[in-house]
């Protein structure tokens, strides 16, 4: 059956900005444990999400391209490729990856990307 297309989109732009938002503020130097909870919260996403086609598609890119969670830098770029995995899929232009950190400024403090980490 036809789905909810503009709901979905929604659920979407909403779930990318949360997740991109999040790797932009985890840390630069992450324990052992702080790695473990973001690998988690991709996996379990993948799992959970309500759109059962974006979740399949989510679980496939998460086996060919496992999370990267050493550092704030790897974490943001990583998801920022997944992200243009789907626009690839879903037709949709490629986005420069070097505008992350203006992008997803959450007006918490220091910018995200310029450490010297
Ligand atoms: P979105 O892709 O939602 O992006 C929102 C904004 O993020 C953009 O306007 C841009 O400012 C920024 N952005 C774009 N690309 C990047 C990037 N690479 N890195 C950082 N920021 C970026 N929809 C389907 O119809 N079928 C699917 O199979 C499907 N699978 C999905 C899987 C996942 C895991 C998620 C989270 C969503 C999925 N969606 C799917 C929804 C789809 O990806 C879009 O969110 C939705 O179509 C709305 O698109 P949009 O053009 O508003 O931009």
Do not use: I
Request: net charge positive; with cysteine; glycine share 4%.
């Amino acid at each position: 059956k036809l789905g909810n297309e503009t709901a979905k989109a929604a659920l979407g732009r909403a779930t990318w900005k949360l997740m991109h938002t999040v790797t932009l503020r985890f840390p630069e130097h992450p324990t052992a444990d702080e790695r473990e909870a973001l690998k988690s919260y991709f996996h379990l996403t993948s799992r959970l999400y309500p759109c059962g086609e974006c979740a399949t598609e989510f679980q496939q890119l998460l086996k060919k391209f496992p999370p990267q969670t050493s550092s704030r830098r790897a974490a943001s770029l990583w998801l920022c490729r997944v992200h243009n995995e789907v626009n690839l899929r879903l037709k949709k232009p490629e986005y420069d990856c070097a505008n992350l950190s203006t992008e997803y400024d959450c007006g918490c403090g220091d910018d995200p990307l310029n450490t010297t980490s």
